[in-house]
């Protein structure tokens, strides 16, 4: 019985060791891929201030060597200045990613070649709104507002190809602003197709311009940066 005893915590040892060290391997190919593809993010957007790429799944790279599939990505972006309104952030979240399992072992190199959908949200701040459309826009908790002379007029935001306006509403402007602003709403570009490859939903949420979209197929540059084919 002590032999047997002996035996088993021998094989418990042995096994404690084996998952250790397959734990530290996946963790080093995946912090490796991801590493990696925030590097080459960068590359391909020059003026974006951080790119930070995680990767779901364990094991992750059991699920590699036997799918050649990731179960999620996440892409998060800040300070993006871009053409159009810069923005403060964007997280992407992909579901479902297929990936060429090859180059990600032998190279660490992540690289998409197909996805099932994205999931993606941009928040930009007020001053960078007032900063394109030279008027005072500010956000505050739920509610997008215009401060003129003293006023603080409520706005609605509308997007249409790519350019939201800022509607004032005709009962809350003033009379001796009315020339000024009735009918002549503010507009900004959001960025372009690279980052933001939809004309998507707005809402202010938490002070902040809320840009939402559902896609099938990655931004123009975080494709040209994992090269999806």
Same mark, same amino acid.
């Given at each position: 019985? &002590? &032999?047997?005893?002996?035996?088993?915590?021998?094989?418990?040892?042995?096994?404690?060791?084996?998952?250790?060290?397959?734990?530290?391997?996946? +963790?080093?190919?995946?912090?490796?891929?991801?590493?990696?593809?925030?590097?080459?993010?960068?590359?391909?957007?020059?003026?974006?201030?951080?790119?930070?790429?995680?990767?779901?799944?364990?094991?992750?790279?059991?699920?590699?060597?036997?799918?050649?599939?990731?179960?999620?990505?996440?892409?998060?972006?800040?300070?993006?200045? $871009?053409?159009?309104?810069?923005?403060?952030?964007?997280?992407?979240?992909?579901?479902?990613?297929?990936?060429?399992?090859?180059?990600?072992?032998?190279?660490?190199?992540?690289?998409?070649?197909?996805?099932?959908?994205?999931?993606?949200?941009? +928040?930009?701040?007020?001053?960078?709104?007032?900063?394109?459309?030279?008027?005072?826009?500010?956000?505050?908790?739920?509610?997008?507002?215009?401060?003129? $002379?003293?006023?603080?007029?409520?706005? &609605?935001?509308?997007?249409?190809?790519?350019?939201?306006?800022?509607?004032?509403?005709?009962?809350?402007?003033?009379?001796?602003?009315?020339?000024?602003?009735?009918? &002549?709403?503010?507009?900004?570009?959001?960025?372009?197709?690279?980052?933001?490859?939809?004309?998507?939903?707005?809402?202010?949420?938490?002070?902040?311009?809320?840009?939402?979209?559902?896609?099938?197929?990655?931004?123009?540059?975080?494709? $040209?940066?994992?090269? $999806?084919?």
């Amino acid at each position: 019985m &002590k &032999k047997l005893a002996i035996v088993l915590v021998i094989l418990g040892v042995l096994l404690a060791i084996a998952l250790a060290a397959g734990w530290w391997l996946d +963790r080093a190919a995946r912090g490796l891929a991801e590493a990696e593809a925030s590097k080459r993010i960068l590359e391909v957007l020059p003026n974006t201030g951080k790119a930070v790429v995680t990767i779901d799944g364990f094991p992750f790279l059991v699920n590699v060597l036997l799918s050649g599939e990731v179960e999620r990505l996440h892409v998060e972006l800040s300070d993006v200045r $871009q053409a159009g309104v810069a923005v403060e952030s964007i997280s992407l979240v992909v579901d479902d990613i297929r990936i060429d399992r090859d180059l990600l072992i032998n190279e660490q190199k992540l690289v998409v070649v197909g996805i099932d959908r994205a999931q993606l949200v941009g +928040r930009v701040t007020g001053e960078a709104v007032s900063k394109v459309v030279g008027e005072s826009v500010v956000f505050e908790g739920s509610v997008a507002r215009v401060v003129v $002379q003293g006023f603080r007029l409520d706005a &609605k935001l509308e997007v249409s190809k790519r350019r939201v306006s800022v509607n004032l509403s005709s009962s809350d402007i003033p009379a001796e602003l009315t020339d000024r602003y009735l009918g &002549k709403p503010l507009v900004f570009a959001l960025p372009g197709a690279d980052v933001l490859p939809c004309d998507p939903g707005l809402s202010v949420v938490d002070s902040r311009l809320e840009l939402r979209c559902s896609v099938t197929e990655l931004p123009a540059s975080v494709k $040209q940066a994992l090269g $999806q084919r």
